[in-house]
């Protein structure tokens, strides 16, 4: 038998081509990865399919399999960087401070992540100079800091004085 033909070929005749992807969450976790440094990198037009595979050691083939395209990864790519700060955010625990304090914590935990996850400041960054078909993303991935702050100033009892003063008492 030939052994050129032997690694190629598997159990049953079924190239490696045709055989279905043994741990798919791991395949497109590690493709989106390459995908958020490429889109970060050069941007969504200056983005390469053939780039992001080359980062993975995969195919376009397979990029295409999991997510069907270009366009598709790209919103893929949005949609997890969105998830995970927001999973990060929920990891906050404000209910117990003061509102001063629980403002200077998500300032705090914005400035430290956003030092951390470079990709995810340039990808928004991007995002927010140029109108985007993926905006709907962005909206789907709304601000929990926005939901932290009327609630801040809902308990507070904070009113606002001519604009630019602000007034809070704490509810005893």
């Not at 190239?15 to 976790?29: C, Y």
């Not at 490429?38 to 397979?62: V, W, Y």
């Not at 932290?148 to 003063?165: D, H, P």
């Amino acid at each position: 038998m030939d052994l050129a033909r032997q690694s190629v070929v598997g159990p049953r005749g079924v190239t490696q081509a045709m055989r279905k992807p043994k741990t798919p969450e791991a395949n497109r976790a590690r493709i989106l990865r390459a995908a958020l440094e490429e889109f970060a990198a050069r941007g969504f037009k200056g983005a390469s399919m053939d780039a992001i595979a080359a980062r993975t050691h995969t195919t376009r083939a397979l990029i295409n399999y999991y997510f069907g395209g270009k366009e598709k990864v790209y919103l893929a790519v949005l949609e997890q960087v969105y998830a995970d700060i927001r999973q990060a955010e929920s990891r906050l625990d404000l209910d117990h401070l003061a509102p001063v304090d629980a403002i200077r914590r998500i300032v705090e935990f914005t400035y430290t992540y956003y030092l951390e996850h470079e990709g995810f400041v340039r990808l928004v960054v991007a995002e927010n100079q140029a109108p985007s078909p993926f905006q709907s993303a962005r909206r789907r991935c709304a601000s929990r800091q926005e939901l932290w702050f009327r609630r801040l100033m809902a308990s507070s009892q904070c009113q606002v004085e001519r604009n630019t003063e602000y007034s809070c008492s704490r509810p005893r």
